[in-house]
């Protein structure tokens, strides 16, 4: 194969970025909710031909905060051929959700922290969400920003969340003595698209053990079963108690990958 076959470029044709996505809706559920005009502005694609196919994608998320990087696949080498022709291309700090192996595109200019293993898990049988009791879980609205926030400040600070995503209906939380002390929602959902992610779900640690997370978890799958084909969420591995929970509402895992915090050394030091 000559070099001529396999170039990266940015993507600007979305249907076939889509295309390419939907070969593995489930792994790649985030970077197709991400296709949606509401989030669309916030993103950049890198991609790789071969052959003139697309065979690996890199998303650049730079919404709130810190930017994000996602490169997963199941093939990791074009990937990891993506990512090494890119590196100069990529924000000089970013987060990351990598495919295993492909921290070690990364060459010797980089700095590349773990911030551990996750799972991304998919929900497969719905079946399993009829007759659960999802009444101490209440929807939650733009009012409730503010004691959201503060939530999830003492329950889950390492969050990412966008108050924005009260907006969309899909947001749950309980409430004991008038504050939340178990919430959840979504961290992408798109109707046009028929793709949704759940995040953001935590709960009090002198409430856990009464049910609240299962009910906060199953209102939210309520809410998005109708206009969503595709439900998905990223759980760190060795939080087993969750793990159990989404299993028993019918989530199944579809992928591991490693989460990363990088900084390109030598840009740093040019630049300072």
């Known amino acids: 194969m000559s070099p001529e076959d396999e170039r990266s470029f940015y993507v600007h044709d979305l249907r076939e970025l889509e295309r390419f996505l939907r070969l593995d809706p489930e792994l790649n559920i985030y970077g197709i909710g991400d296709l949606d005009p509401f989030f669309l502005p916030n993103t950049c694609w890198l991609a790789r031909r071969t052959s003139g196919v697309i065979d690996a994608a890199v998303l650049i998320y730079s919404g709130p905060g810190c930017p994000t990087v996602i490169c997963l696949s199941r093939d990791t080498a074009p990937a990891a051929a993506l990512l090494r022709s890119v590196d100069c291309l990529l924000p000089r700090r970013f987060h990351a959700h990598l495919s295993p192996g492909l921290g070690e595109s990364f060459g010797a200019g980089w700095r590349i922290d773990g911030a551990g293993d996750y799972l991304r898990m998919a929900l497969r049988d719905r079946a399993a969400l009829i007759g659960l009791d999802t009444s101490p879980a ?134 300072d």
Not at 211 to 218: E, M, P, Q, R
């Open 138 to 271: 209440e929807e939650l609205s733009p009012e409730d920003a503010d004691g959201l926030l503060e939530f999830y400040r003492q329950s889950y600070p390492e969050n990412w969340f966008d108050p924005r995503m009260l907006e969309t209906g899909h947001y749950f939380g309980v409430r004991q003595d008038g504050m939340i002390v178990s919430a959840g929602g979504i961290h992408v959902v798109s109707e046009k698209f028929r793709v949704a992610t759940l995040g953001n779900i935590a709960t009090m640690p002198e409430y856990r053990g009464r049910g609240f997370g299962s009910a906060v978890t199953g209102a939210v799958c309520a809410s998005l079963m109708e206009g969503s084909e595709h439900i998905g969420l990223n759980v760190r591995a060795a939080n087993i108690p969750a793990i159990s929970c989404y299993r028993r509402l019918g989530f199944e895992t579809v992928a591991l990958f490693g989460e990363f915090d990088l900084m390109a050394v030598n840009r740093v030091e040019m630049e």
